[in-house]
């Protein structure tokens, strides 16, 4: 069974961090680029915020989160870490889990999606 199971998230002040956590069954953890997407209020289309290849050897970020954001991967646990730092108002938003087939693909290249968990930033 393919699943994506997120845990994290919440509200913090800008300035502050939080880490969100993905458990996925083994089938999409060990084939598919991992990572997030967030749906920013008022904002039409998700945006892929950070992926993460299934070998842990390549990371790719959205310019807006670069150097403030870290992805990761626990293999021992399938399970994919994201380490927000330096948070800001803008960031806030209902982030996915996602596995994809291509690390820096768009929408229609995601396999499975997480039910999404709230992230709000306040200033």
């Known amino acids: 069974q393919e699943q994506l199971v997120e845990s994290g998230g919440g509200s913090v002040q800008a300035g502050g961090s939080l880490r969100l956590s993905c458990a996925a069954s083994a089938a999409l953890y060990t084939r598919y680029c991992m990572g997030w997407f967030r749906q920013i209020p008022r904002k039409e289309q998700r945006e892929r915020v950070a992926?993460?290849?299934?070998?842990?050897?390549?990371?790719f970020y959205h310019a807006s989160v670069e150097g403030r954001f870290t992805i990761s991967r626990d293999n021992a646990e399938n399970t994919v870490h994201l380490h927000m730092g330096a948070l800001r108002p803008e960031d806030t938003a209902i982030y996915y889990c996602?596995?994809?087939?291509?690390?820096?693909?768009?929408?229609?290249?995601?396999?499975?999606w997480g039910q999404g968990t709230q992230v709000t930033v306040s200033s």
């Open positions: 992926t993460i290849h299934p070998s842990g050897a390549s990371t």
């Open positions: 996602v596995a994809m087939r291509y690390c820096t693909g768009d929408y229609s290249d995601v396999r499975s």
